[in-house]
């Protein structure tokens, strides 16, 4: 039986190499991993210490074993920011610059800016009367559209009971009780969503649409404005018969089919973006929504 061959030491030289290279793409993901942080911490400067400390769980491991750099770091500042709400539950405390961004180890009030008006103060608000599972399920799969799978093994339990925690804080989410003016805006996207994708213009449902925007549906994820703009434009012929509606207070869209809710599709808005949406048409999974006309 062949026994493995030990590993060659590195020089210096080449330890020198590969950490500037790690760093490198660590860098390259940094944005992206902000946004994860504050979106689950509300606080520009909570969400940059656990950037940095997803970096030195990085540079402490053998990032060659890691197969897939960004979904690894993604789920380690979930991680960290997990323990982070947990700890400030406990201690009853509120985020260190409530929903306002504050000072990083590296200043960069352009970027705090960008971050802060991207989430919206509304649902940062929501998202703090959620339990950290709760939030962390909500934001790793219905903002960043992370696997269930992987939000399970983030929260050391199965993917069902992530799917569940996940759709709990959904409907909490959408269930809220919303200004009018924030149901106004959210009217408005979803009228010109509406317009786009029954006139198959391309351009008009990336103006409305999130880059990192996630469509769900019985047959799987699509991520991305480019893919769920495509999808969209594909439907026209269900674009044509859908009706604006409120789905647990926010607005959606509706399809029916004699008489009956064929299909229902739920809409997530960050900034007067749609950063997700869900095609639902399971029987049971219609049931429990609340449809009003609008």
């Not at 709760?134 to 799917?163: K, N, Q, T, W, Y």
């Not at 991520?223 to 959606?252: E, I, W």
Request: charged letters at 25%.
């Amino acid at each position: 039986m062949a026994t493995e061959r030990p590993k060659t030491p590195m020089s210096d030289n080449e330890q020198h190499r590969d950490n500037d290279l790690l760093a490198e793409r660590f860098e390259a993901y940094r944005g992206h991993l902000r946004a994860v942080a504050y979106r689950m911490l509300g606080s520009a400067a909570e969400a940059e210490d656990a950037v940095q400390e997803a970096w030195f769980r990085l540079s402490r491991s053998d990032a060659r074993e890691v197969g897939n750099l960004g979904g690894w770091l993604t789920t380690v500042v979930g991680r960290v920011c997990l323990d982070m709400l947990r700890s400030r539950r406990s201690r009853g405390e509120q985020p260190l610059d409530t929903w306002h961004p504050g000072p990083s180890a590296e200043p960069d009030p352009a970027q705090d800016a960008v971050l802060a008006d991207s989430v919206g103060v509304a649902l940062l608000v929501v998202l703090d009367t959620l339990s950290p599972a709760e939030r962390l399920a909500f934001v790793l799969h219905d903002l960043f559209g992370v696997p269930f799978e992987e939000v399970g093994g983030v929260l050391g339990r199965s993917p069902a009971a992530a799917r569940q925690l996940a759709s709990r804080a959904r409907r909490r989410v959408r269930g809220a009780d919303a200004p009018e003016a924030d149901l106004v805006r959210q009217r408005e996207v979803v009228d010109a969503f509406l317009a786009a994708a029954r006139g198959g213009d391309f351009d008009g449902l990336l103006a409305v649409l999130d880059p990192d925007v996630v469509a769900r549906s019985e047959a799987g994820a699509t991520v991305g404005a480019v893919g769920v703009a495509s999808g969209a434009r594909s439907f026209g012929h269900l674009a044509k018969v859908a009706q604006p509606v409120l789905v647990d207070g926010a607005t959606g869209l509706v399809v029916y089919a004699e008489g009956r809710v064929e299909r229902v599709l739920t809409f997530t808005f960050v900034a007067d973006r749609i950063t997700s949406i869900d095609v639902v048409t399971n029987p049971t999974d219609l049931s429990t929504l609340t449809i009003e006309p609008v």
